[in-house]
């Protein structure tokens, strides 16, 4: 999918960030590919060690005509960057970009839908042997 028009809902997919160049790369080809699955527009986003910054990627977003911005976390469980770090980044940006909407979205290691994924890769690493 291209976003020939800018959608008014920007989606940030927000990993932590690696020294390791091949795990950021990999982290912008997942954010790319999520972009081609969905209505909106998506874009990586790193917390440290990586760009863009969350920060940045929020302000490019809001450039482009984004009026709604959610930052989606690409983390397992609720730790402190989630629990602290995101939260206050999230508040910043609100501050910055009065008038557009920017939100934190919940992580996704609560969902039935990663113990699914987790069944079926414990069936096939088990079935291989």
């Known amino acids: ?17 690696s020294r390791a160049t091949d795990a950021n790369d990999s982290h912008r080809a997942l954010a790319h590919g999520l972009d081609h699955r969905v209505d909106q527009s998506v874009r990586p986003a790193f917390l440290e060690l990586a760009e863009p910054s ?7 977003a809001v450039a482009d005509g984004a009026a709604t911005v959610i930052v989606l976390p690409y983390f397992l ?4 960057h989630v629990r602290d770090d995101l939260p206050g980044i999230v508040g910043e940006a609100a ?17 039935h839908a990663v113990l699914d994924l987790l069944v079926d890769q414990v069936h096939r690493a088990t079935d291989a042997h």
């Not at 999918?1 to 960030?17: E, F, I, N, Q, R």
């Not at 969350?54 to 490019?60: K, R």
């Open 1 to 17: 999918m291209t976003h020939d028009d800018v959608p008014s809902t920007a989606v940030l997919l927000v990993a932590h960030g």
């Open 77 to 80: 469980h609720p730790g402190r």
């Open 54 to 60: 969350i920060p940045a990627a929020i302000d490019a």
């Open 95 to 111: 501050e910055r970009h009065p008038g557009r909407r920017i939100e934190l979205a919940a992580a996704f290691g609560d969902d």
